[in-house]
Structure formats: structure tokens, C-alpha cells
């Protein structure tokens, strides 16, 4: 085949275009590459400079949000210590703007965020609820104010929760753990029923009679145009069973009612309501009757139970505790008295002391009912005993026969103490006459634990036997703690429950 001159050019003209397109692809890649960079950087100009923009950029100050203005944009707003109607952005969701809400303020004192609500500030403490948004707090200081509620606490806040609160605004934010009423008194439904109770079935029908019959039978009450009492007085010698009556009664109008937790028992210590800052006493014992108003309002029974109650409401003008009794006193009468149109409000109070309390607090219409719990006799011990000792105890003997020890131990004569009375006679009391429950409850817990150790030792393992019981009743009698010492002889009067002739001079012999 033949090749000239022209094939051969045609040959170098082809592979220089192909070299050409070659260089073209090239060049348009590199062109591709260096467009995105220039893109990329041009984006990151941009934000360069938008970053300049909010340094120059004035401070954003923060608000409350307190409501919605009358227009559709605006919004009343407290801050710098001042209330303020301002503009809302558009770019914030009016749903977010919820009364009590931290808001953020941007150029022109325009709102432009919704931040939530305040975690820090002040500490306040609830004392009553006024309506369904508002309430009336109390700072550390005593000092009272009336706050709004921010919408988490609407439903939740009540008399005696500590609040996050900024008076200034006016609002309380959040409910902290941290509940006065709580640490005065304790909201429970005690597992002490009447059968815990031994010797004292006609105290405990007095106090069924006076408190379960009229939330039992309302309707009869109202028929028959007969108000329920406001409150009982449980007095007598300590140990012996007061503070169980008072919870069996709060057990029993649950179990009355149905559901087992509808009722419900506040239970006062009353040394621990006792402050030294003036006023702070009543504020609590205020409190304390708020918080039953508020639980009352449900329609479940609510007992406050006050222990040691000669402790806090002495006798006015008694010189007693710088004679704080002259404001506290009041104070109580005051909620006893506004007890009177809520029916399911009672007050039980307990004392060794019914000397003591003042007598404005025993009239008719406050504490009505009065029931003296006396130291249980010998039937009563043996019914107290009943109760320790059951059958699904190990004992080597039968139950009966333990009890019968018990009670006889416990009763048989032994001078403890000689007193002398005004009169110069001579009275001698023995170790019988200072028999309680609480000192039986104490005697059959030494009686299982000798048991105890002598089945560990390998001793014996049949339980609990007669010279347990004995032997725990001694040692109780020597041991026993609600004995007072010579230095007071009333006391010695006292103690058994007995009152007459004034002590003189009080003498050990046992």
C-alpha cells in the first residue's frame, strides 16, 4: 500500500488535537476546583464577617416574662427592676412564652429567645396558696410577699414546700426538696391498729365514740344538729399508750373509708415547733394547720397529733420559756377556733404534763374530749403481755404460763421509794405503782434476746422460758428510765398518775 507525503500530516494533526483536548480536560478540572475553592471561601468570608457583626453586636439582658401584651407581638417583661412592655420577633414561638419564663432581649430590647425558667436565686417558703396562680411566701427573714406561680408549679406547689423565687419579678419557679411541714411533722397511715393496743379498751372506745362516729356517720350528725369535736386530750402517765391510741384512731379511718391511704396523720413533736427568733413558732404552727386545711379539702380526715404538748402551749404568764406562751398560745387558739367549718379536721393532743397546758386550750368547743390513760392494772398487763407473746413466738413453756410469770413478777410487792407528804405522813409506792406499756413492750424484748443468747451459746433452744421473763423484769425494774431522782419529790407523785398532798421529801429504798 502506498503512503506519501500526505497521510503522514494527516497523522501530526490528529495527535496534536488529541493532546489539545487533553490539555482542555485538564485545564477545565483545574477550573472546577479552583471555583469550589473560591466558593468555600467565600462562605467562609461570610461567616468571618457575620462573626465580626455580633462582636459589635450590643450585650442581650434578660427578662421575666410576667404575660402577653394587648397586641399580638408585644409582651410585659420585667427587667433591670422594671416592668416593661416590649416587642416579641417573629422567630419566637409565643407557645414558648409561658409566665415566669427567662427571656433573652436582643438590639432594641427586642425579645428574642425563650430560655426556660431560673434554676438559682432565693429561697422562700410557702405558707398559703391564694387562688390558683398566686400565693403567699415567707423569706428566711420572716418577711411575707405575695408571688405569682410559674406554670410547673401550678398544680404541684402547696403550704410548707420551700420555692425558687425572685421577689423582685414576683414569681416562684421551681418546688426544691426541701419541706418544713415535712420536717416538723410526718404525713403518714400508720400500721398501728387497736389490737396493738392492750389495756386500754375503754379509753380507746372513748376515743371511737368521740372521733370515728361523726366521719362514720355524717349524715346523722348533720340530722341531729350535733357538731363533731374540734380535738381530744390525751393525758396521763408517759409509756403508757397515748401516741398508739392516736395512730390506731388515723389507721382505722383509713380502713373505714376503703382504700387504705385515705386518711391522714400529722404527726407534731411539739419541742421541735419550739424556735428562738420571735414569731417564727407561730409561722410554723400556721403551717402546720395550712397544710391540713389543704389536704382536709380533698375530703379525707386529717389528724394532727401534738406529743409533749405542755412543752410548747404552757400555761399564760407562767414565766415558762420567757413566756413565749403569750403569742404561741393565741396562735394555736386561733386555729382551733377556724377549725370550726371543716369537718374533717382533728386535733389529738398528748401530755404527761395536763397541768400544764393552758386552760383556754380545755374549754368547750377547742379540745373537748379529755380521756386520762391511766397505768394499766393487773388484768391490763396481762393483756399487754397478750400481746408480745404470741403463740408464733419459740417459748418452752405454753404462752399462758409466760404471761402469768410476767404479770406476777411485775406486780408482786417491792418498796421502791418513801415518800414523805406535807402532812408528815409517810406513803411508801412500790415497784408496781410505775407499771407502763411501753416498760412490758421493753421487758418481753429482754426476754427473747436472753433466749437468743443462751440458744447461741448452746445452752438451751426451747424458746423463751419463765426465768427469762423474771429475770427481764428485774432488770427492767432497776433499769427503768421514766423514774425521776430525788432532787424533784413532786415527781415521784407524779409519775404514778397519783396527785394530793405535796411531797416533802423523797427517799430510795428499793
Request: proline share 5%.
Amino acid at each position: 500500500m502506498h503512503t506519501g507525503p500526505d497521510a503522514s500530516s494527516s497523522s501530526s494533526e490528529f495527535s496534536e488535537v488529541t493532546d489539545l483536548q487533553r490539555q482542555l480536560k485538564a485545564l477545565g478540572s483545574r477550573n472546577a476546583k479552583l471555583a469550589q475553592l473560591l466558593k468555600e471561601s467565600r462562605e467562609k468570608l461570610k461567616d468571618l464577617a457575620a462573626q465580626v457583626d455580633r462582636l459589635g453586636e450590643p450585650a442581650s439582658t434578660y427578662g421575666i416574662f410576667l404575660a402577653h401584651g394587648e397586641k399580638g407581638r408585644d409582651a410585659e417583661i420585667h427587667t433591670s427592676n422594671r416592668r416593661m412592655r416590649l416587642k416579641v420577633s417573629p422567630n419566637v414561638d409565643a407557645a414558648d412564652l409561658v409566665p415566669g419564663t427567662l427571656v433573652r432581649l436582643g438590639d432594641g430590647s427586642v425579645v428574642v429567645e425563650a430560655c426556660g425558667f431560673e434554676n438559682s436565686g432565693d429561697l422562700a417558703m410557702l405558707t398559703e396558696r391564694i387562688g390558683h396562680r398566686r400565693a403567699l411566701v415567707a423569706a428566711t427573714n420572716g418577711e411575707e410577699k405575695v408571688v405569682h406561680l410559674a406554670q410547673p408549679l401550678l398544680d404541684t406547689a402547696r403550704a410548707g414546700d420551700a420555692l425558687l423565687v425572685d421577689t423582685r419579678a414576683g414569681f416562684a419557679f421551681e418546688r426544691i426538696p426541701k419541706t418544713e411541714v415535712s420536717q416538723l411533722s410526718l404525713e403518714e397511715v400508720p400500721d398501728v391498729t387497736y389490737d396493738d393496743v392492750g389495756g386500754l379498751d375503754a379509753q380507746i372506745d372513748q376515743i371511737r365514740d368521740a372521733v370515728e362516729l361523726p366521719f362514720s356517720h355524717p349524715e346523722l350528725y348533720r340530722t341531729y344538729r350535733l357538731a363533731p369535736p374540734k380535738g381530744v386530750l390525751l393525758y396521763g402517765p408517759p409509756g403508757c399508750g397515748k401516741t398508739m391510741i392516736a395512730k390506731a384512731v388515723a389507721n382505722s379511718l383509713s380502713s373505714r373509708i376503703g382504700d387504705g391511704s385515705a386518711s391522714y396523720f400529722l404527726n407534731v413533736k411539739g419541742p421541735e415547733l419550739l424556735n428562738k427568733f420571735v414569731g417564727e413558732t407561730e409561722r410554723r404552727i400556721r403551717l402546720i394547720f395550712e397544710r391540713a386545711r389543704e389536704l382536709a379539702s380533698e375530703g379525707r380526715p386529717v389528724i394532727i397529733f401534738f406529743d409533749e404538748m405542755e412543752s410548747i402551749f404552757r400555761t399564760r404568764g407562767s414565766g415558762v420559756s420567757s413566756d413565749m406562751e403569750t403569742t404561741v398560745v393565741p396562735q394555736l387558739l386561733t386555729e382551733l377556733d377556724g377549725v370550726e367549718n371543716l369537718a374533717n379536721v382533728i386535733i389529738i393532743g398528748a401530755t404527761n404534763r395536763e397541768e400544764l397546758i393552758d386552760p383556754a386550750l380545755l374549754r368547750p368547743g377547742r379540745l373537748d374530749v379529755k380521756i386520762r390513760v391511766q397505768r394499766p392494772t393487773r388484768e391490763g398487763a396481762r393483756d399487754i403481755f397478750s400481746r408480745y407473746l404470741t403463740e408464733d413466738v419459740p417459748h418452752a413453756v405454753p404462752a399462758a404460763e409466760l404471761i402469768d410469770a410476767g404479770v406476777e413478777t411485775l406486780f408482786e410487792p417491792r418498796p421502791f421509794v418513801e415518800l414523805t407528804l406535807a402532812d408528815g405522813s409517810v406513803e411508801t409506792l412500790h415497784y408496781s405503782d410505775f407499771v407502763s406499756g411501753a416498760m412490758i413492750a421493753n421487758i418481753v424484748d429482754r426476754a427473747k434476746k436472753l433466749a437468743i443468747k443462751e440458744h447461741i451459746a448452746g445452752v438451751d433452744d426451747g424458746g423463751v422460758a419463765v426465768r427469762h421473763i423474771r429475770e427481764a423484769v428485774e432488770t427492767e425494774q432497776h433499769e427503768s428510765e421514766d423514774l425521776p431522782n430525788t432532787s424533784n419529790p413532786d415527781e415521784w407523785s407524779r409519775i404514778t398518775g397519783r396527785h394530793g398532798a405535796r411531797v416533802m421529801h423523797a427517799r430510795v429504798v428499793g
